[in-house]
């Protein structure tokens, strides 16, 4: 069964996390003075990630004003992917092709294909 998250959990680790942050000390000494194991730290701080990561939109609508457009110039849809990886989406594409490119992209950079 899956637990539901605890607000008043996740605003304590926020604090803790940006207690962490603000002090220079090492995981482990900041750990001991808070009274809470390493483990605890690193689990803590990877939840909050996770959630924050579930909680941000994988895609944003994109508008394009055909004012823009040049005459004489093929319209493309750029994607820059993190490593610096640029992807050109022809205006022609059809949309089961734009679905099918942009499926194969998230497969390919997917995080979680790597565990």
């Known amino acids: 069964m899956t637990r539901l998250p605890n607000p ?4 304590q680790w926020r604090e ?10 090492t995981i482990a000494k900041f750990c001991e003075l808070e009274g809470c194991s390493t483990a605890s730290f ?14 941000t939109p994988e895609f944003v609508p994109v508008e394009i004003d055909s004012g823009d457009l040049e005459i004489g110039v093929d319209p493309a849809i750029l994607i820059d992917l993190p490593g610096g990886a640029i992807v050109r989406v022809p ?3 059809t949309a089961a092709q734009q679905r099918g490119l942009i499926s194969a ?4 950079t997917s995080t ?3 565990t």
């Open 8 to 11: 008043q959990l996740a605003l």
């Open 16 to 25: 803790r996390l940006r207690r962490f942050e603000q002090s220079s000390l």
């Open 42 to 55: 690193y689990q803590g701080r990877r939840r909050l990630q996770d959630r924050e990561r579930s909680e």
């Open 91 to 93: 205006s022609g594409a």
């Open 105 to 108: 992209i998230v497969e390919a």
């Open 112 to 114: 979680e294909a790597d």
